[in-house]
């Protein structure tokens, strides 16, 4: 089994360095790759409730072998539950379909400006950790601005934001916002979806100095970026390269020359005007 290193967040808690992502991971194959997905190592598991499989997630957790209190589960309230009662409803649903009476890390999973009631529903998540039925809480697709309004108004800073983050994409001004206070960045759709991210020569040049695969090398350079990847694969030879990305070590000419792909969002999900219902 392979042990994927931790990083303490600002509240204390070890969060993994990479994470599994599971949108799409439905049925009983979705079961089957969410148990495979633990048994090789993973103990971060992220899913929402827009994905339709909180069930599967929380079905894998409870029949694996691993201890409940060796995994962090995390999942994410909708748009159309924002609100501070809606929100807190909105968790107890998601406790019950994943039947588990504790949610390790709760997100916003996009803060629809355009409704503007992100605050109410982060403070929400902050009463619910206060109980104990959340281990951490955070936000997905958050700007700065927007960040700095739910710490101002909860006096909590969201303790992770989960964001479109590849090398497409590689978000520098956001990760040293979140490096300044504190924040731990989480990298959603961190091989680009596949797309022909892995087919681009300076990725084959660096995976092949350390031979390594294009997608251990993607993955090694988000988390000596300092952010936690969350690759979703359906296949456990798969998931076992994407998780083995601890022994070898990026220098700063091969993390640059990664980075210098950017050149933007690759899909619809600027904060500012995606609305997720
Ligand atoms: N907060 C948010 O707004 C968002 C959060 N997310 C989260 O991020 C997770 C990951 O993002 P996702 O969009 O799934 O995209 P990823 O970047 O993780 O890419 C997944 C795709 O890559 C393929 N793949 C995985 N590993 C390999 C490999 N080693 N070699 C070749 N192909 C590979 C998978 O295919 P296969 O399964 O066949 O291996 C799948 O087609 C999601 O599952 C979800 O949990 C995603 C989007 C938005
Ligand atoms: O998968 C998710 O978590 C999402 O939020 C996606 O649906 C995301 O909204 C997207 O694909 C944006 O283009």
Do not use: C
């Not at 916003?108 to 355009?114: A, D, L, R, T, V």
């Amino acid at each position: 089994m392979l042990t994927i290193p931790t990083v303490p967040l600002a509240d204390g808690t070890a969060f993994p360095e990479l994470g599994f992502g599971t949108y799409k991971l439905d049925g009983d194959e979705g079961v089957a790759a969410i148990r495979s997905a633990i048994d090789i190592g993973y103990r971060l598991l992220d899913t929402a409730v827009n994905y339709g499989n909180e069930e599967e997630v929380g079905r894998a957790v409870r029949e694996s072998d691993v201890p409940r209190d060796e995994l962090l589960v995390t999942s994410k309230v909708p748009g159309r539950d924002h609100g501070f009662d809606e929100t807190r409803r909105s968790v107890d649903g998601s406790l019950e379909r994943l039947g588990l009476d504790r949610i390790d890390l709760h997100l916003i999973h996009w803060p629809n400006p355009s409704v503007d009631r992100y605050v109410d529903t982060f403070r929400a998540l902050v009463s619910l950790r206060d109980e104990g039925v959340l281990g951490s809480v955070g936000v997905s697709n958050f700007t700065e601005e927007m960040l700095l309004r739910v710490a101002d108004a909860t006096g909590v800073m969201p303790a992770v934001n989960q964001v479109e983050l590849h090398p497409y994409f590689p978000q520098a001004n956001l990760r040293a916002f979140h490096a300044e206070h504190g924040i731990r960045t989480e990298s959603w759709s961190p091989l680009a979806r596949r797309s022909e991210l892995l087919t681009e020569r300076v990725i084959a040049d660096v995976a092949g100095t350390h031979d390594v695969t294009p997608t251990q090398a993607v993955l090694r350079w988000h988390t000596q970026l300092g952010s936690t990847p969350i690759p979703k694969s359906s296949s456990a030879e798969r998931q076992r390269e994407n998780a083995d990305v601890f022994d070898f070590t990026l220098d700063e000419t091969e993390l640059r020359a990664i980075s210098s792909l950017a050149r933007g969002r690759l899909w619809d999900g600027d904060p500012e005007r995606h609305e997720e219902m």
